[in-house]
């Protein structure tokens, strides 16, 4: 059994009670905007979601809110391109380059898995998402080049595995990239109906951690060479 994949694992719990105090600091109240409306968005969807609820959680004003964001589809919008940066940059902070091809894979895989399972929020924007058919993201100006850096990602350590007869060749690094998030993702999307229907408690930090090395070696066992 190989040892277990440690990674980073910064989360960003849901929360919707409101935020104290309130200082003249546009960046911080739009980060607090963000926060809050992440959690409203994910647990309502957009049409459910409220702009009253989200300024009264942030101590602030609709006119504040629709004086940074434009509209409610606007905060929408600035919510789904702030969650993706978030998962992108941890990505970039594992610093994958310095670490062998195998074990640069299983610190990514690990990682992505664990993401999913502690920032449920992050599942359900994409699902409310796929939901509108991409119509929002469509609107992005920055989304592709943010999850160009994650193809990116898997294909610079897939290509030195590779070249080092590690990894076997013919893959693509979209659908190596595709299989890791379907993997990660079904732990928070099917939790509840799997968990009930099999008697499996997918919030159990043993079970959890099993899934993580499950899924990690799967994906090992599918690349190597």
Not at 98 to 121: C, H, I, S, W
């Amino acid at each position: 059994m190989n040892e277990p994949v440690h990674s980073k694992r910064p989360t960003r719990k849901s929360s919707t009670a409101p935020i104290t105090g309130r200082t003249n600091d546009p960046e911080r109240t739009m980060a607090e905007i963000l926060q809050v409306a992440t959690a409203e968005f994910a647990s309502k969807g957009l049409s459910g979601a409220r702009i009253d609820a989200i300024a009264d959680a942030t101590r602030t004003s609709k006119r504040m809110i629709y004086y940074y964001f434009k509209s409610k589809e606007g905060l929408y919008l600035a919510v789904l391109e702030d969650a993706y940066r978030r998962i992108r940059q941890i990505e970039t902070d594992l610093h994958l380059e310095d670490f062998k091809p195998e074990e640069a894979m299983r610190k990514l895989v690990g990682f992505t898995v664990e993401y999913q399972t502690q920032n449920p929020d992050f599942i359900r924007l994409v699902m409310n998402e796929n939901i509108h058919s991409g119509a929002y993201l469509k609107q992005s100006k920055v989304i592709h080049n943010l999850n160009i850096a994650a193809i990116d990602g898997v294909r610079a350590v897939y290509e030195r595995g590779v070249s080092q007869v590690v990894f076997r060749k013919g893959l693509d690094p979209v659908d190596l990239h595709m299989t890791i998030s379907a993997l990660s993702v079904f732990n928070v999307a099917n939790k509840h109906t799997f968990g009930l229907i099999f008697s499996k408690d997918f919030d159990d930090a043993p079970f959890q951690a099993q899934r993580r090395d499950n899924i990690v070696e799967l994906l090992i066992r599918f690349i190597k060479t």
